[in-house]
């Protein structure tokens, strides 16, 4: 009887480590491009979902990770005009544009010399956005692209046709008018779209939008480019099977 329990309990354990930790995913060749997900950096959640917030030491260390596998870091329009020497490629990218990415996530960029995307939302609510004057500076470190993600984060695979369009071209106009330079990646809010979304993006003159849709692969459709998502409670193990397979839970 005890036996049985246990192999029971044993076999409950390893459908738990097989969830949360997929190392059963076949490896993915490192000639395809890693683009990482993420929203906040910072020690405290405050009114965030703890799984939008990534504290800085856990940031630093994935940062570590990828400096030790060689990952050449680029932005989106890097990634997109195929500006790279052949090493293995990672774009960071950060969505909606929360005032922590300034304040712990570009001294961070900075130490490890590493870049990254950030889609603006300007006008989206409940959060600490980041300032012009931080935007710009950013922007003049070399480090960082701004992209944009909509005026007011909404969903646009549930709205008329015309707003779609104002909320996508409004956002790459005001995005520019910071920055002073094109507008080129966009972020669709939640990763939803459909076909007249995806052509709304392509014709406002955008090069690339990405979904969270999770995966590694050759970049096909520049416009449906799927992510490795990075939450706040994905430890390095975890990290690393994400690295490697595309995602490292179920």
Known sequence: ????????????????????????????????????????????????????????EQFKAQLNYLKKHHYHFVTMAELIAGKYDGQPRVALTFDDGFQDNYEYMFPLLKEFEAKATIYLCPEMPNIDKLTREQICEM??????????????????????????????????????????????????????????????????????????????????DQYRIKRISVLGKTNLIQFHIAMTRGRYRV
């Open 1 to 56: 009887m005890l036996i049985a329990v246990f192999s029971v309990l044993g076999f409950l354990g390893f459908i738990y480590l097989a969830a949360h930790y997929n190392f059963w995913r076949p490896k993915i060749s490192k000639i395809h491009p890693r683009i990482l997900m993420y929203h906040s950096i910072n020690d405290e959640v405050g009114q965030n979902h703890p799984d939008l917030v990534v504290r800085p």
């Open 139 to 220: 922007d003049a470190s070399g480090l960082v692209e701004f992209g944009a993600h909509t005026l007011h984060h909404v969903n646009l695979s549930q709205i008329s046709d015309d707003i779609v369009e104002y909320e996508i071209n409004e956002s790459k106009k005001l995005v520019e008018s910071i920055i002073d330079q094109p507008c080129k990646a966009f972020a669709y809010p939640f990763g939803r779209l459909n076909d007249n979304v995806a052509t709304a993006v392509e014709k406002a003159g955008f090069d690339s939008a990405v979904v969270v849709k999770k995966g590694i692969e050759s970049i096909r």
